[in-house]
């Protein structure tokens, strides 16, 4: 039997801290409003640089897959010195219309990365103008080198390599693969 000092004792506790449950909802709040905060941040110049030569480098191989899975060609048209990138796709009578793909639809270049130049063995470095890339059912004819820069000079380069759809992205200013 209990004496009654023990049951005073026993019913008469301080309920102090967070139970378990509580945490658990706090979190889940605060990461709720992280996910909605986060991607609004503005992100910085050396990262859109990154994202921009991963999405053209990735952008440019699932264009050589399509090309030659659907038997269907495909021309990219470069504007050294702006962001412009445009995929066309070639029509039956030979001219360029937008692709029914919706990803290739968009912009694989951020908006303040600029495509500085573009080079081709057959045409050499082309640094202002329109290039136009030619992809077919095997793939880019030529091997090519895309120059990108951000607007504090940083630099990223896409390599094409021809007939095998292997493109590469690399950090910097090269001028040939590592």
Not at 32 to 59: F, G, W, Y
Not at 88 to 108: H, N, R
């Amino acid at each position: 039997m209990c004496s009654k000092s023990t049951l005073r004792h026993r019913g008469n506790y301080n309920r102090a801290g967070f139970t378990l449950i509580e945490i658990v909802v706090v979190l889940a709040i605060i990461s709720m409003v992280m996910l909605l905060v986060i991607p609004r941040l503005p992100s910085s110049d050396q990262e859109n640089l990154k994202i921009s030569a991963r999405t053209l480098a990735s952008t440019l191989r699932y264009v050589q897959e399509r090309a030659a899975t659907s038997q269907t060609g495909y021309y990219l048209t470069l504007e050294p010195g702006t962001d412009s990138v445009k995929i066309y796709e070639i029509g039956a009578d030979g001219s360029g219309k937008e692709p029914s793909d919706p990803f290739l639809q968009k912009q694989p270049v951020k908006e303040g990365i600029i495509v500085a130049d573009v080079s081709i063995p057959r045409l050499g470095k082309v640094s202002d103008g329109h290039v136009r890339l030619d992809v077919g059912s095997a793939g880019v004819r030529d091997f090519v080198i895309i120059h990108l820069r951000s607007a504090a000079g940083k630099f990223w380069t896409v390599m094409v390599f021809p007939s095998g759809g292997k493109v590469k992205e690399y950090e910097g200013n090269l001028e040939a693969p590592p």
